[in-house]
């Protein structure tokens, strides 16, 4: 039975394919106006209409479908794109904090080479926190008593002269910096070779002064300041800054030509916006 199942199939598909390549063969063979031809334009007069109406009847289905793809295909390249553009924001955040770390750090390299601290042994640190009052007195670094820090140490940046360590753990540090009223940093205009001290004026936390200079000190507007590394005026006791570091500049000079005169500086170093430091731990630098 299941034999001549089969048999039987294979003669119906048989015949099928003879029926075909002979159709085929006449269609090609016959002219355009044959009758395979004629019966395949009637075929199609009647098919188009219908199949002309069911494309218009299924249109809007075919847009919703579409209109839906394309929606989800969006969506996906959406979340693909705001992926990269988050990537791309993330490298050129890094790519400006590396940039601004780098100039900093060709600037302090600079000014190790021009005031001569490489022999006082620097250590370089990162600012933590700061002092959140409007006075800026005070910055935490990340480096401590394990990194040879002690206090007394002198600060700096590329730009000068930050301040100096005032307290000391393990690996953290507390540095009061030279706004602050308890800061006296013995002095020198480097055109004339007058000297000072450099304090805070009362009420103006950004505005350092330079005092006890005589009557016959002449210091003019926009000349440096640096430090000078000597015995102190007032206390005789030596100083914990190296020489020859740059404080800041000249902004004006209050009672000139008496012995009251007040020199007026504005600090090199941005006191405001402080991330890398620099903390000079030569031993001899620990005077009180």
Not at 9 to 31: C, D
Not at 167 to 191: P, R
Not at 256 to 281: I, K, M, N, Y
């Amino acid at each position: 039975m299941y034999d001549k199942t089969v048999r039987r199939r294979r003669a119906v598909l048989a015949l099928l394919v003879v029926s075909s390549l002979i159709l085929l063969t006449a269609y090609f063979g016959e002219s355009a106006g044959g009758g395979l031809h004629s019966a395949q334009r009637g075929v199609l007069d009647v098919v188009s209409p219908i199949q002309s109406g069911a494309s218009r009847a299924l249109k809007p289905f075919r847009d919703l479908f579409g209109w839906a793809s394309d929606t989800v295909n969006a969506t996906g390249e959406l979340k693909t794109l705001r992926k990269e553009r988050d990537a791309l924001r993330r490298q050129v955040i890094a790519g400006q904090v590396a940039t601004r770390e780098n100039r900093a750090l060709r600037a302090q390299l600079n000014m190790n080479d021009a005031a001569q601290l490489s022999d006082n042994r620097p250590v370089a640190a990162r600012v933590i926190a700061q002092d959140p009052n409007f006075w800026f007195t005070q910055i935490t670094i990340d480096k401590g008593t394990s990194d040879r820090l002690r206090r007394n140490q002198p600060v700096v940046t590329g730009e000068g002269l930050v301040g100096k360590v005032t307290f000391v753990t393990g690996s953290t540090a507390i540095v009061t910096l030279i706004t602050d009223h308890s800061t006296q940093v013995g002095a020198t205009v480097t055109e004339s070779g007058v000297k000072g001290i450099i304090g805070v004026e009362a009420g103006r936390p950004t505005d350092l002064v330079l005092s006890f200079t005589s009557s016959k000190d002449i210091v003019e507007r926009n000349q440096v300041v640096v430090t000078s590394g000597s015995q102190s005026k007032v206390d005789r006791l030596p100083s914990p800054y190296p020489p020859g570091i740059p404080i800041g500049r000249v902004t004006r000079v209050d009672d000139p030509g008496s012995d009251s005169q007040q020199v007026h500086v504005a600090p090199f170093a941005d006191l405001r916006r402080l991330d890398l430091v620099e903390v000079l731990t030569k031993p001899d630098a620990t005077s009180p």
